[in-house]
């Protein structure tokens, strides 16, 4: 079993549209919690960094932190076209990124 | 904007040859990190430098893969022969340092091993 599973998707919403994005993990360790977004044939952008638990607002975007049940969301107000991508989650236990563990993304498509 | 520079962006080689990838970081950054990022899953570091220092390399596989960071500056993994399970993307990124700061991650070079 994988440390950090996410839904797999893939997902398509129609434009406007509320998006949730999930993860769960099994090491309690972690204590660091990011979103990226990938566009196709693109490397990983960082949307989202949040440490520890609580919820974490930027815009359109709302980050989840669940560390009680081991279970992290990403919310997408209003969700647009140009959101279509891989969104992973990732997670590690301290600072250093080189430690984080990745979520094989959720593909999610924003029909107009 | 700067950006991580990687190149090529495509390679395409026969099992048994050799490749290399380039990297150049966003100037000013002082951590630099390979990850191989297989079709449909997250990616995985295999290297992690701190100026010309590794500072992770557990999972690299030292029998076929190197990587180096001469000067501290820019960095190349090689691989060496390539084998049909290495067809992958491979993305670079760097970071102003060790503890808390945000990876900016580069285009990727996607491999084909045929």
């Known amino acids: 079993q994988k440390e950090v599973e996410q839904d797999p998707g893939p997902l398509s919403v129609p434009e406007g549209a509320i998006v949730s994005l999930n993860c769960t993990y099994s090491n309690s360790a972690f204590q660091y919690f990011m979103w990226y977004r990938q566009y196709s044939r693109k490397g990983p952008e960082l949307l989202m960094y949040?440490?520890?638990?609580g919820n974490k607002e930027d815009g359109r975007f709302t980050a989840q932190v669940d560390k009680s049940s081991k279970y992290i969301s990403l919310f997408i107000r209003d969700s647009q076209p140009s959101d279509s991508a891989t969104y992973l989650c990732a997670m590690s236990p301290g600072a250093n990124a080189g430690k984080s563990t990745f979520g094989d993304g959720t593909t999610l498509t924003v029909k107009p | 904007e700067a950006e991580v520079a990687q190149s090529p962006r495509y390679k395409i080689t026969e099992k048994s040859q050799a490749v290399a990838f380039w990297c150049d970081p966003i100037?000013?950054?002082?951590?630099l990190y390979w990850y191989r990022q297989i079709l449909g899953q997250g990616p995985e570091l295999l290297v992690q430098?701190?100026?010309?220092?590794?500072?992770?390399d557990s999972q690299l596989p030292k029998d076929r893969f190197s990587a180096e960071r001469l000067k501290g500056v820019d960095s190349t993994l090689k691989i060496q022969p390539a084998e049909l399970g290495d067809s992958a993307m491979y993305l670079c990124a760097s970071s102003l340092g060790l503890a808390g700061e945000t990876q900016y991650f580069g285009p990727g070079t996607r491999l084909l091993v045929l």
């Open positions: 100037s000013g950054h002082a951590t």
């Open positions: 949040t440490y520890s638990s």
């Open positions: 430098f701190q100026d010309e220092s590794v500072v992770d």
